[in-house]
């Protein structure tokens, strides 16, 4: 589903060059739940940020369901995105006037569907995540927990083929964030999307299936999860 090939990634130029991937090689399966981890600076965020395609790799190949992004021309990538990839970040970066169901929304109307069918997509997102009663919120209405559940209804109402989450527990308090990855793992095990998840917390790691270690800018270790609760049968 997600094949990557000796990604090199440089941040800015001569002495100040910062050499962030240095041949990152590594596959996931369609449907694992995957986190990836590593101190700061060790290069898990900008391997997220290159995979999804919001940055670009020096050299190196990224495949995501037999496509090979790391050649598509910006519209091409940003088509490919909106199709095939949700998104959930840490800051949730909702828009502070629109409801739970009009951010929910957003994604899809950018795809170029209709509003009728954009609602109804979104509508049932937000029922998956538990929100089916507040649609109508704004973001302020709602706790750290419960906007983190929006910004995961907007990532899965298009049906992605992968989400990307960067630190999406870390402005949670430790029981919203048990919530939020016991979600995670339902919607991963039901919908049998494949999601990625930047992680510094061992406890979100270990709600997954497999653990990618990064450390200055290089693969360290992989280490494969028994059979757990978020595992497909």
Known sequence: M?????????????????????????????????????????????????????????????????????GLNDKKLSEFRLKHMGFIFQAYHLIPVLSALENAMVPILARGESKKTAKEKAESALQQVGLGDKLDRLPSELSGGQNQRVAIARAIAGQPSVIWAD???????????????????????????????????????????????????????????????????
Request: glycine residues 12%.
């Open 2 to 70: 997600i094949t990557v090939q000796q990604l090199c990634k440089t941040h800015g130029v001569g002495n100040a060059a910062v050499k962030a991937l240095k041949d990152v090689s590594f596959s996931i399966e369609r449907g694992e739940m995957v986190s990836i981890m590593g101190a700061s600076g060790s290069g898990k965020t900008t391997l997220l940020q290159v995979l999804s395609g919001i940055d670009r790799i020096d050299s190196g190949e990224i495949w995501i369901d037999n496509t090979p992004i790391h």
């Open 167 to 233: 630190e999406p527990t870390g402005a949670l308090d430790t029981e919203s964030s048990a919530q939020i990855i016991g979600l995670l793992g339902m919607l991963n095990q039901t919908l049998n999307t494949t999601i990625v998840i930047v992680t510094h917390d061992p406890n979100v790691a270990k709600a997954t299936m497999r653990t990618i270690v990064m450390s200055n800018g290089r693969v360290t270790g992989g280490v494969e999860k028994e059979v757990g609760a978020f595992r497909h049968a």
